[in-house]
């Protein structure tokens, strides 16, 4: 859906819709922008106006009755009761704290109200998969008192179940919805303001200038410039769209089937979440989950974000030299230091946020509102010294009502995942949950990283990413704490495996992106970008046996680990393509996934038989390769 909020831009069919999304998108974004600056609300309070304005918007961008009026005898009744149960809790707050517990009439009144308005509209922006999932647990906690076995339990009370979900923060208004109202909302503001600037083009130009002479050219451009747009939007799906528009058509030109072109930039926007510094949503839940500063995961989630890429590097080399595709001509290409030094006022502020929050270690908000300054300083600078290219002000302004569009998913569906967590929380379901799994595995971890994998792309299917990992972190990850891997190697894990999911087929969002972009099919493009991102599948696997690929223990530890996994996802980039310089045999592509695996474990005796296995492919197929050619040339 996101994509589709961001075609909207503000436009309607009708100019009273218009103006009030541009009127509330503006005072959401001051709304956000101030409480930041000068200091938060109370939680439940700021959460539940931030959470307001994202349904009145989602109601605005989404009618009841699509391009008829008649929809405002719908919508603008539950935008008032939205707007109502808000208000009744910032003016009874000081009343609330000192009766929590025995809520009034009024309290379930607007309580029931806010769940059901909340539940609509998560069914509009998101779709009914984790809306039903909110339902249902919510008829758990109700009617668990009549099951039996493992899964009974006691059964709450309608007044306990709705105080909550509405009165606490251990309900619509918990940790997931908190990370919009805070830290995200600034970064895709931070990030809607570099796109305004103009930071698609100047990094796909800066991309071009690295990489687009080398063999399959245009495919290193596509996974440069999306790496670097996505770990500033955090966003696979509107990543894909920006970058997609111009690197799709350029592959296609040069040689690339349209569905292979799609399948590459949907690839390689799957890694917007997993490189910092913005890493979506995920990465700020993950810090208030875990109590890790979002800092430190930022420094863990370096190397396995830039071995993703450079496994994706890896298999489209391959792709171009089994389709012969070469790199494009020299005088289409920019410079790059004419690149390097047009990229320079994008690049500045970009540093600016890297710094303040991993040297630093400035608070989140702190650091984007930094960086937020300086981008708009530098912005101005470059207006006086470059009249002639300058970025118009309306445009910045505009980026006021692009950061709402962007967080009406992510609101949506975290607010009602604070539903499905209250639930697992009040039920006492959530520890059963991990109890079970380990039990299912039989206590073999591999068994639980495979159960772990597929419950994770399943639920990926119908739920954003941050959705899918918030639910996973609350169910699946204490099944890893519970057979001795670290939280945060855990979480990792299952953060991995969900950013996976919107390429997984029937309902890969970045497929049917791209796939529309290249005018082909979206379930055909989603299983050839599943393939190529195949290799990059191997990453949670290894950091979950050497917690050194995360950055963890001694410098050398870390540096083994790194070199393993990229020789690991080297060799699985040529069984995934079947293509190293000429193809390769069923043999050797068994031999290349056995060692590939065997790297990945932390046994030095079974890292050295796999390295041995892989360079054993390299130095026998190099020389066989090399003897064909002499004998071609000496038979022309």
Excluded at 426 to 439: A, N, P, Y
Aim: hydrophobic content about 55%; proline content about 4%.
């Amino acid at each position: 859906m996101q994509e589709e909020i961001s075609a909207h831009k503000g436009k309607s069919k009708f100019k009273e819709v218009t103006m009030a999304i541009l009127i509330i998108s503006v005072a959401f974004s001051i709304f956000q922008i101030y409480t930041c600056a000068h200091g938060l609300m109370t939680a439940v309070l700021q959460r539940s106006i931030h959470l307001t304005f994202a349904v009145v918007l989602v109601f605005l961008f989404f009618p009841a009755i699509k391009n008829s009026r008649a929809t405002y005898f719908i919508d603008i009744p539950l935008m008032f009761i939205s707007i109502a149960g808000t208000s009744y809790l910032y003016l009874t707050f000081d009343d609330l704290l000192y009766r929590l517990g025995s809520p009034t009439e009024w309290d379930l009144i607007f309580g029931v109200a806010t769940i059901l308005i909340l539940l609509d509209a998560t069914r509009r922006v998101v779709g009914w998969a984790i809306a039903s999932l909110a339902i249902a647990s919510l008829a758990y906690a109700f009617f668990g008192d009549q099951l039996g076995g493992a899964f009974g339990h006691q059964g709450q009370s309608f007044e306990r179940i709705v105080s909550q979900m509405y009165l606490t923060t251990e309900g619509i208004f918990g940790v997931p919805l908190g990370v919009t109202a805070t830290y995200l909302f600034l970064f895709l503001l931070f990030g809607s303001v570099l796109e305004k600037s103009g930071v698609g083009a100047l990094f796909i130009n800066l991309a071009q200038a690295l990489a687009g002479r080398f063999q399959g050219g245009p495919a290193r451009v596509a996974i440069i410039a999306t790496a670097s747009i996505g770990s500033i939007s955090g966003s696979p799906v509107s990543d894909a769209a920006t970058t997609g528009a111009f690197t799709i058509p350029l592959m296609v030109k040069i040689g690339y089937r349209p569905v292979i072109a799609a399948a590459i930039e949907a690839a390689a926007s799957c890694g917007a979440s997993l490189l910092p510094p913005v890493m979506g949503a995920g990465a700020f839940v993950m810090a208030d989950i875990t109590g890790v500063p979002y800092s430190t995961i930022l420094t863990h989630a370096v190397i396995p974000g830039f071995l993703f890429y450079i496994a994706l590097m890896f298999v489209v080399g391959n792709e171009a030299r089994k389709l012969k595709i070469m790199g494009m001509p020299k005088d289409q290409l920019p410079g790059l230091k004419d690149a390097l030094l047009k990229s320079l006022r994008l690049l500045i502020p970009i540093v600016v946020l890297v710094f303040f929050l991993a040297v630093m270690h400035t608070s989140p908000v702190r650091a984007a509102l930094y960086s937020l300054v300086v981008m708009l300083v530098t912005t101005f600078v470059y207006n006086l010294v470059k009249p002639q290219a300058k970025v118009l002000l309306k445009d910045l302004a505009e980026a006021l009502t692009e950061a709402p569009r962007k967080v009406l998913v992510v609101a949506c569906a975290c607010g009602t995942a604070g539903i499905i967590i209250g639930m697992l929380g009040l039920t006492g379901l959530g520890l059963k949950m991990s109890g079970l799994l380990v039990e299912a595995a039989g206590g073999n971890l591999a068994l639980l990283m495979v159960y772990s994998m597929c419950i994770s792309l399943t639920l990926g299917m119908g739920l954003p990413p941050t959705a899918c990992y918030i639910i996973m972190a609350v169910t699946v990850a204490p099944s890893f704490v519970l057979l001795g891997v670290p939280l945060l190697v855990a979480h990792f894990f299952i953060f991995y495996c969900c950013c996976h999911a919107p390429i997984e087929p029937p309902l890969a969002l970045a497929a049917y992106t791209t796939a529309g972009i290249a005018g082909c099919n979206p379930i055909t493009t989603g299983l050839h970008a599943f393939r190529i991102s195949l290799s990059g599948f191997i990453l949670p696997f290894i950091f979950i046996y050497k917690n050194a690929l995360l950055g963890f223990g001694e410098w050398y530890m870390i540096i083994e680990a790194f070199l393993s996994a990229l020789i690991g996802v080297w060799a699985l980039s040529i069984v995934v393509v079947k293509y190293y310089k000429e193809p390769v045999s069923y043999f050797w592509q068994a031999v290349l996934t056995a060692g590939a695996l065997m790297l990945m474990v932390n046994d030095v005796t079974l890292n050295v038989i796999g390295f041995a296995m892989v360079a054993a492919f390299s130095a026998l197929n190099t020389s066989l390769f090399r003897r064909k050619t002499k004998d071609a040339v000496a038979l022309s």
